[in-house]
């Protein structure tokens, strides 16, 4: 005999009435459980300090996504090298240790000399020289990460670079035997063809590197210089605009494809905004931060055309070795930008 309650000032409702509703609440919990569990945490690493303006840029990307995706992709950006240290960010993004990463494009140079075509000195020494050789070198630096499992998403570049020394550089002969600080393969060859001592050194170090006597000189931007306060250790800024290095950001293949087609959407159009935000972000930094280094007692200059002509004779000397090292590939990229 099937039992029935009669609420108070409600129809009789049987107990298999009950069971049933029971059933459909818990496939409504179940549901939105599930749908709160495809809602995806990233965590992304970036090697430089929350006030930089590549950080702050990226976790203005960050939050574009978040904004765009209704909190369906959240990215958490790690700055300074606190989860990941600046080395080991690609391969740890490749491996699937972290889905997203960000890393200065000419750390790959030992494993694919393409990597470095934005560091050769006087390729491309401006911010409209910079560009067009992005948009030569875009597409097969994608296709060589893709072969890593690696999506390339934006690329933001610095500063151009400049000399940091103790000392006025007029010629160059000035850096011969002097301790200097390099960051990538570029920067290090510069250094031995002036003469100096190249040493590696990560941004965060640059001042215990400065103080315990490690390193005497910097090759840099105006950002890194400033945001270091080269001023505590340093005198001279030379202006010489050797080449503008692009910091990359890139995602694991696989974690890309996982997410669904409009949140891959939402993802791409936050980075192409991201990239030229970036790129306007970059041009602002230089004049600003030249200005905080001379307001700080930083003597600022131009090179002299001496230095220009010696520089520019290292840098004919480094492009003809990159292009023995890049081979063919080197030269299709290096005639696609000149063409342009």
Do not use: C
Request: glycine share 6%; proline share 6%.
């Amino acid at each position: 005999m099937q039992t029935s309650i009669r609420p108070f000032g409600q129809h009789p409702v049987s107990a298999r009435s009950l069971k049933r509703a029971g059933s459909v609440l818990t496939a409504a919990a179940l549901t939105l459980m599930v749908g709160s569990a495809q809602a995806t945490d990233w965590d992304m690493p970036t090697p430089y300090g929350d006030s930089n303006f590549h950080t702050v840029n990226i976790q203005q990307f960050a939050d574009d996504v978040r904004e765009a995706t209704d909190g369906e992709l959240d990215i958490t950006v790690h700055s300074s090298g606190s989860l990941i240290k600046h080395p080991e960010i690609k391969n740890s993004v490749r491996r699937g240790l972290v889905p997203i990463g960000e890393l200065i494009m000419s750390r790959l140079a030992n494993e694919d000399p393409l990597f470095e075509v934005d560091s050769v000195p006087y390729l491309a020494s401006d911010y409209d020289q910079a560009w067009k050789l992005w948009q030569a070198s875009k597409d097969v630096l994608s296709k060589r990460l893709e072969k890593q499992r690696l999506k390339l998403l934006f690329s933001v570049p610095w500063p151009p670079q400049g000399i940091y020394t103790q000392f006025e550089v007029k010629t160059g002969e000035e850096l011969k035997g002097v301790k200097m600080r390099a960051y990538n393969k570029s920067s290090e060859q510069l250094a031995e063809l002036l003469g100096a001592i190249p040493t590696q050194v990560e941004v965060p170090d640059i001042p215990t590197a400065f103080g315990t006597g490690r390193v005497d000189a910097m090759i840099t931007s105006p950002s890194t210089g400033a945001n270091t306060r080269a001023w505590d250790y340093l005198t001279h800024f030379n202006h010489a605009q050797l080449w503008l290095p692009k910091n990359m950001v890139v995602i694991n293949a696989k974690a890309f494809d996982k997410l669904p087609e409009e949140v891959q959407k939402a993802v791409e159009d936050a980075a192409e905004v991201a990239e030229k935000r970036g790129w306007e972000a970059s041009k602002a930094e230089t004049e600003a931060k030249i200005k905080i280094m001379q307001d700080n007692g930083i003597e600022v200059s131009e090179p002299s055309p001496e230095l220009v002509k010696h520089l520019q004779k290292i840098g004919e000397t480094m492009t003809e070795e990159w292009l023995g090292r890049a081979g063919e590939s080197g030269q299709a990229l290096l005639d696609a930008y000149r063409a342009q």
